[in-house]
């Protein structure tokens, strides 16, 4: 086998902090790890709520390859026609919003040196919106794969720990990753599966730690304490980013490891 193919994945980057933390790192990480890929949830990249057609250039022009999202993609509204104008971009919305959603869920390119790869999001039904079934989904765009991209990252954007960790079983050997997005907060049961599909339920946020899942401590405490809608307001202090490195054979797709990474 030649040296394993490497795929960066940072965590949900949240507001400008998260941003700033972006710029900061990711030129270390390359120059550390020399991923082949990299990717990045950015749904909270515009004040912690959505993101804008400058803020999908930004990061783009950073070094990230795809961007993929989750329920908040529709937060700012001026990225619904940037989601039908790039119809085939590298914005992703979650595959599995029903009939002629704006955007698209899955997208099959090529990095600079001719790796080719694919990128699938999906979303969760459990305590979120109600709509089409990710695992069925999934099950039906992996079949327009074509055979020859090996290289197959999910990014599943969910609520509940146990949708998570089904859909990494479901993909187990079909997939190159199952990552899991949303909630902001990193766990530490990354593995490769027995099939060879690396799995991790949450790989966190890149944002301010110092925070309620990256918005203002103090808003939220008196929002529990009082029930009265509040208006959040991201956090600045103790800025990280939080990312997965993943290394794979690319010549069958298999993962070979999965590390989480952090950087403050």
């Known amino acids: 086998m030649s040296n394993p193919t490497r795929i960066l994945f ?9 941003r700033r933390a972006v710029k900061e790192f990711l030129p270390g990480l390359v120059t550390e790890f020399t991923p082949d890929l990299v990717l990045a949830n950015g749904e909270n990249a515009a004040a912690g709520f959505g993101i804008t057609p400058p803020l999908v250039e930004e990061l783009l022009d950073l070094g990230i390859a795809v961007l993929t999202s989750g329920n908040h993609i529709w937060d700012k509204k001026e990225i ?11 914005l992703l919305r979650p595959a599995n919003y ?12 090529a990095t600079r040196a001719g790796l080719e790869y694919a990128v ?23 079949e327009k794969v074509p055979a020859s991209v090996k290289i197959r990252i999910v990014d599943m954007h969910a609520e509940a720990t146990s949708e998570k960790r089904a859909l990494g079983w ?3 050997g079909r997939v190159t990753a199952v990552i899991g997005t949303h909630t902001h907060i990193p766990t530490a049961d990354e593995i490769v599966q027995p ?14 730690f110092d925070s309620v ?13 009082k029930q009265i809608p509040a208006r959040f307001e991201v956090a600045k202090g103790d800025v990280r980013l939080s990312a997965v490195l993943v290394e794979a054979d690319a010549e069958t797709g298999r ?6 990474i952090s950087r403050k």
């Open 10 to 18: 940072i965590g949900d980057i949240c507001g400008q902090p998260g």
């Open 80 to 90: 619904i026609p940037y989601l039908i104008e790039h119809a085939d971009g590298r």
């Open 98 to 109: 029903p009939g002629d959603s704006p955007g698209h869920g899955l997208y099959v390119g």
């Open 120 to 142: 699938l999001n999906l979303q969760g039904r459990v305590f979120m919106p109600s709509i089409d079934c990710p695992f069925r989904t999934a099950d039906a765009l992996l």
């Open 170 to 172: 479901h993909l187990d």
């Open 195 to 208: 099939q060879g599909t690396a799995y991790i339920t949450d790989l966190g946020m890149t944002g301010p």
């Open 213 to 225: 899942i990256g918005i203002e401590k103090r808003t939220v405490i008196e929002k529990f304490l």
């Open 255 to 260: 993962a070979l490891s999965i590390q989480r």
